[in-house]
């Protein structure tokens, strides 16, 4: 009997040194969460500033966009700001979970594209799909009954779609940009505690077109260059092959994979936030 209190005073400490790592864990999660809901606060109250500005000076800003199939547009006017956001509750406390920003960039002119065959019409169709610019598409018949050509009448603006969202529990914050520099998608990842005035200021200048270097900062961003850097320095064949853009995305989209953290601890999270 004596060695089976043994055993269990063993089992004992282990699960009471593995409740202590899950508290304490819990705790330095609890910290992460609190300081990314400081941060999306300030995020969120500088947009809805800089929105109410924007939309009540009319802004001398213009974007140039390449339409595929039609060309280049360089008099796309940035117009209607709103922002808005996403909620969740832990208990009777609310909390942020995403910031949008979207607006809409037009022009005067009218954009019609034609393509004169099945595939190209397909490509077109997809293409404008995923820039979520909308389009009425006619098609025509040849005497075979078959669908051999098609004109896009494309609308004249093109919405671009601004989002920050967070890693709650690694106190990270996401910045997706969709269709403000052309038809894509920039990405950029901050720690919470990068994110102040200074870095909102140069998103703005980002956002309007002015000198800035916001595209440099974070930590993140920063990683992300010098592994290019490094890489261009001694490239494999198919590497060399890229151009700046597409292997910051591919560095991202490695980086994002090592990154992936547990996801278990939101229960404990809860459980702390819902104490007063």
Request: proline share 2%.
């Amino acid at each position: 009997m004596a060695f089976l209190d043994e055993l269990k005073k063993e089992a004992d400490a282990l699960k009471e040194q593995e409740q202590n790592l899950t508290q304490a864990r819990a705790m330095e999660v609890t910290q992460s969460f609190l300081l990314v809901q400081s941060r999306l606060r300030a995020i969120l109250l500088y947009l809805q500033e800089l929105a109410k500005h924007l939309n009540t000076v009319s802004a001398n800003t213009t974007r140039t966009y390449y339409i595929d199939g039609f060309g280049t547009i360089d008099d796309f006017r940035p117009e209607r700001f709103v922002v808005n956001t996403d909620r969740f509750h832990v208990d009777e406390k609310e909390f942020i979970k995403v910031i949008y920003l979207r607006f809409s960039c037009k022009t005067s002119q009218k954009i019609v594209i034609e393509k004169n065959s099945p595939s190209l019409i397909e490509m077109e169709r997809q293409y404008l799909w995923q820039a979520n610019v909308k389009f009425q598409c006619t098609e025509f018949k040849n005497e075979k009954g078959h669908v051999d050509r098609a004109t896009f009448d494309v609308v004249n603006e093109i919405p671009v779609h601004i989002k920050f969202s967070a890693d709650f529990e690694n106190a990270k914050i996401f910045l997706a940009i969709k269709n403000l520099n052309g038809l894509t998608v920039n990405e950029f990842t901050f720690d919470a505690d990068e994110v102040d005035e200074t870095l909102l200021d140069e998103f703005a200048k980002y956002l309007l077109g002015k000198p800035t270097n916001f595209m440099e900062l974070g930590r993140h961003q920063q990683a992300i260059k010098q592994k290019i850097a490094v890489k261009r320095a001694n490239p494999d064949a198919a590497y060399a092959k890229l151009n700046q853009s597409a292997a910051a995305k591919l560095d991202a989209g490695a980086e994002g994979e090592k990154s992936s953290g547990k996801k278990g601890l939101f229960g404990a999270l809860k459980s702390l936030l819902s104490r007063d």
